[in-house]
């Protein structure tokens, strides 16, 4: 092949190369999306543990993947810790004193609040308390309207003193090995019992009755979108106990939603029921997920052909971004 021959054949393989490329990237400018700012919300995200939670334990996550996946697609994410035991008020003074650091570091003007389980009414009452921090609540598997697991624990509680406080020296002990494990700086010691009147029938009516934005009139309704003082309320939970063979939580929680047979009757995560969950605007309350799924535990496992719960954030945050908080 002589030199012309030669400088052809490369400034066709030039040519050839150069429309592959210009039509790939027209191709891309059309059908591929940069998702690096898919979760970019206008406020920072404030993740909250429930009951007997934490921030991270041992190198692993409550809410587990969440905070990097929402990280690299553009959220700013602070996961908080509150004590894993005590009232709705008491753990929302807790997290509203980290509210305010978090807007003092970021010079954000508010937050979003996400709250797993009884992390939802420890957003609520900051929310009613200080709405002027408050962007939006967003509640995930949260007792609402309390719990049947709650409503039964009470019920063993009143017939027998001796199991009540046996029981709850055990359940205040792990608390405080909970807080000692993820070196929660907040310890003002574990109160299990006030745990339980918070999440019962009973004491969620009470906590209703003095922080009400975003409970639904009617028991398996909606509550207003933006309430009163103006923060927007969102809800999400699943309905399935046992969701997948490989998670050893999972038989733990079958056995939970036992109380929800013996009571209610209500579809449930095995520890809340579907409707209890609703606050706000519900965007979805039946799921293939069951309490733990919900916060994407026990690492990642979760139902085969049900959405993957860190997706679910991800869908969360672009909703909040959207609405320009």
């Known amino acids: 092949m002589n030199a012309m021959t030669q400088w052809a054949a490369r400034f066709a393989v030039a040519i050839s190369l150069s429309i592959i490329s210009t039509t790939a990237s027209a191709w891309c400018w059309f059908f591929c999306s940069d998702d690096s700012d898919y979760a970019k919300t206008r406020y920072p995200i404030v993740l909250v543990h429930g009951m007997l939670g934490f921030d991270s334990v041992l190198g692993m996550d409550y809410f587990y993947g969440v905070e990097s996946a929402l990280e690299d697609k553009g959220a700013r994410v602070y996961p908080v810790q509150v004590t894993a035991l005590d009232s709705s008020e008491a753990r929302g003074e807790e997290l509203l004193a980290q509210v305010q650091q978090i807007l003092a570091v970021t010079g954000a003007s508010k937050v979003n609040l996400i709250g797993h389980s009884h992390g939802g009414p420890t957003a609520r009452y900051v929310a009613s308390v200080r709405p002027d921090l408050v962007a939006s609540v967003t509640s995930v598997g949260s007792p609402h309207k309390g719990s049947d697991v709650a409503d039964l624990v009470q019920d063993i509680s009143d ?9 709850s020296a055990v359940v205040n002990g792990l608390g405080s090995l909970i807080n000692l494990l993820s070196n929660n700086p907040t310890d003002n010691g574990q109160d299990s019992l006030a745990t339980l009147e918070s999440l019962n029938s009973e ?26 003082n103006g923060v927007r309320y969102y809800s999400w939970s699943g309905t399935s106990p046992y969701t997948n063979v490989f998670d050893p939580a999972d038989p733990f929680l079958l056995l939970a939603s036992g109380a929800f047979a013996l009571k209610s009757g209500e579809a449930n995560d095995g520890l809340v029921g579907r409707c209890s969950s609703h606050l706000g605007d ?15 535990g026990f690492v990642g496992i979760h139902h085969l052909f049900e959405t993957d719960p860190v997706t679910v954030y991800e869908q969360q945050a672009n909703r909040l971004k959207n609405a320009g908080l």
């Open 203 to 228: 004491g969620a009516a009470a906590f209703n009755a003095q922080y009400p934005e975003g409970i639904p009139s009617s028991y398996c309704g909606e509550g207003d979108y933006v309430a009163s």
């Open 282 to 296: 519900v965007i979805r309350d039946n799921y293939s997920m069951n309490h733990l799924d919900e916060i994407n």
């Open 159 to 167: 017939g027998s003193q001796v199991v009540t406080v046996a029981v």
